[in-house]
């Protein structure tokens, strides 16, 4: 039992996975942190990735990966329309930061009911999927496909890339800057409202990347997204708010938890195990588990 | 409360009217408008009902799914042993008395983290749900024989009159002023004396009490229960929709709510249901940004 427990197979499973989580909750942190927007409706815009991705390999025949960069392009493009007709304005009125977590809460609500029913009228609710490079690739006693080894190493790839960008160059420290303090981040000379603009667009894209990702190896739906807006939120609180690090982090411990308990239990323990670290979370340690409380 | 002044009296005569005018308006325009005064007084009575907390205290809360799931549940467990009669109101207080369990630790967090919480919380519960009726082998529940349109339109009206009065007379009273101080600030409430974890607490159980029996009353009218379709966010998110739309100022405002979009859903309903969700979710967004205060707002701005 220990053995199989340990087995590459559910490591590389739980590896795949967590990269998903860390991508999808590095987009929600982004958003949170710059502007303390509460975006509901990041799932959707994971599941907009995955629509187009599936689009693109059934009209093209061409691999998905090559529409990485088309499906990025996708979800900043979104995410500056949202930013230009929503929020900018409100975010230049210096609201105190409850205000706009909770307008931006019921904004995104919104925008969520109407984007999985958009898609749902546009496209049926029939789920879809696609084969492409299912071929299973052995080593050793771990049995991986393709497209899982594809997806983990883009997700691995950008998530160092968006580290990089964050604590090297000017802009990612301005970014970075912004989230620990705004009100200096400004007095210092920041333009907060490109920042922020540049922190939607990345934030979206990444949610969208992630989709594209996942649409090779799980079934698309218009009302896959939930399930990844929650696991963002957990993944999210569990590194703390607008800690970039710890919610990469967090995003492989969740898929390990996940991992091992659909192993030991079943799938259905999924759901009750995700909701129930998500209230535990919220309930015994709102300001996460490996950040420190900001405010 | 101070005894009863000319507004109360006011709002007592238009609720019972509306009340009598639901009933006997739906009763004699025929089958399909029962069914249409049904759902408007279902919707009625849980966004009132949903208001008496999240309208009053700013806690808006996404979870108000449960309490009409576990009324629902009682009831589609229970139907062939007890009688209705009993059920219903039994529903009620067993989805008041989950709230009160869950109530301390959960109001304990704040603001939109709240809002986050309480959709988790009622997911959890789903699925918890969901494993314990697939271990008990029932996947769905039917229910045979149960009361005719009539009666259920009866009891929901007397639910929708029932929450419109005591979302008002709350609102009118000291325990209705102390919710609102909490608020416009919490600790600034605290500080002036007001009990605010017991005052939170209790009007978040008494807000459930009515969903939980709306929800018994609904399994009836269904005659069908399926755990995914009645502990459905979708539930939810319509009343918090309602709400914003028609304003939470007072007990006016989720009459106004529940009107706009029973109405849209009956309009839409024919031609093309799908659009219904959708515009759902651009009249919420339009709310927000450009009518805050709701259809109510809107209202009194019109008035003066």
Redesign the interface.
């Given at each position: 039992m220990m053995t199989s427990l340990l087995s590459g197979q559910l490591l590389f499973a739980a590896a795949v996975l967590g990269a998903l989580y860390a991508l999808v909750g590095l987009g929600m942190n982004l958003v949170y942190g710059t502007m303390r927007l509460l975006n509901v409706a990041h799932g959707d815009l994971l599941m907009l990735g995955a629509y187009a991705a599936f689009w693109w390999f059934t009209l093209t025949a061409l691999s998905p990966l090559l529409a990485l960069p088309l499906v990025a392009a996708m979800g900043a493009g979104i995410g500056l329309l949202l930013y230009a007709l929503l929020f900018r304005r409100q975010l230049a009125q210096g609201l105190p930061p409850e205000v706009i977590e909770a307008r931006s809460l019921l904004l995104f609500f919104g925008l969520s009911v109407a984007i999985q029913n958009i898609t749902a009228y546009a496209f049926t609710a029939t789920p879809r999927a696609y084969r492409h490079l299912d071929t299973v690739w052995q080593v050793g006693q771990t049995a991986m496909t393709g497209n899982r080894i594809a997806a983990l190493a883009v997700a691995g790839v950008i998530l160092a890339g968006v580290l990089v960008f964050l604590r090297r160059t000017t802009f990612g420290m301005e970014i970075q800057a912004l989230i620990q303090h705004r009100e200096a981040a400004r007095i210092v000379g920041i333009d907060v409202g490109r920042v922020q603009a540049v922190a939607i667009a990345l934030g979206f894209a990444s949610a969208a990347v992630a989709g594209a990702l996942l649409s090779m190896t799980e079934q698309v739906t218009p009302f896959m997204g939930f399930r990844f807006t929650i696991a963002a939120f957990v993944v999210v609180i569990l590194g703390g708010l607008g800690n970039i690090r710890g919610g990469i982090l967090a995003g492989f411990l969740l898929a390990i938890i996940e991992i091992y308990a659909v192993t030991l239990f079943s799938s259905e323990a999924r759901s009750i195990l995700i909701y129930g670290a998500f209230v535990a979370i919220l309930v015994l340690r709102p300001q996460g588990l490996l950040g420190r409380a900001r405010r | 409360m101070g005894g009863m002044q000319r507004q109360d009296w006011v709002a007592l005569a238009a609720t019972l009217a509306g009340g009598a005018l639901l009933f006997w308006g739906g009763m004699a325009a025929g089958a399909y408008w029962q069914v249409v005064a049904l759902t408007l007084a279902m919707w009625i009575a849980l966004v009132q009902s949903w208001s008496l907390f999240s309208g009053l205290t700013g806690y808006?809360s996404l979870g108000h799914a449960v309490a009409y799931g576990l009324g629902a549940y009682l009831m589609a467990t229970q139907f062939r042993e007890l009688p209705v009669w009993l059920l219903i109101p039994a529903g009620g207080i067993l989805a008041g008395a989950v709230a009160l369990i869950v109530a301390v630790?959960?109001l304990?967090?704040r603001?939109?983290?709240f809002?986050?919480?309480t959709f988790?919380?009622a997911?959890?519960v789903k699925?918890?749900l969901?494993?314990l009726e697939?271990a008990l082998g029932a996947s769905s529940r039917l229910l045979f024989g149960a009361p005719g349109t009539d009666v259920l339109l009866a009891w929901m009206v007397a639910l929708a009159v029932a929450a419109t009065l005591l979302r008002h007379g709350i609102g009118r009273s000291r325990f209705g002023r102390g919710l609102v101080a909490i608020r416009e600030d919490e600790v600034a409430a605290e500080t002036l004396g007001v009990p605010v974890t017991r005052y939170k607490v209790i009007a978040f159980a008494l807000s459930c009490v009515i969903p939980g029996m709306v929800g018994a009353v609904m399994a009836l009218r269904s005659t069908y229960f399926e755990v995914l379709q009645v502990f459905s966010p979708t539930i939810s998110?319509t009343i918090?929709?309602m709400a914003?739309i028609g304003g939470s100022g007072d007990a006016r405002g989720p009459v106004l709510g529940a009107l706009f979009l029973v109405g849209l859903s009956e309009i839409l309903r024919g031609t093309a249901p799908?659009?219904y969700?959708?515009i759902?979710?651009?009249?919420?967004?339009a709310f927000?940004?450009f009518a805050p205060s709701g259809l109510l707002g809107l209202l009194r701005r019109k008035g003066g």
């Open positions: - | 808006i630790p959960v304990r967090v603001g939109p983290y809002v986050i919480l988790g919380l997911e959890l699925f918890l969901l494993r697939t998110f918090v929709t914003i799908q659009l969700l959708i759902m979710g651009v009249s919420l967004v927000v940004l």
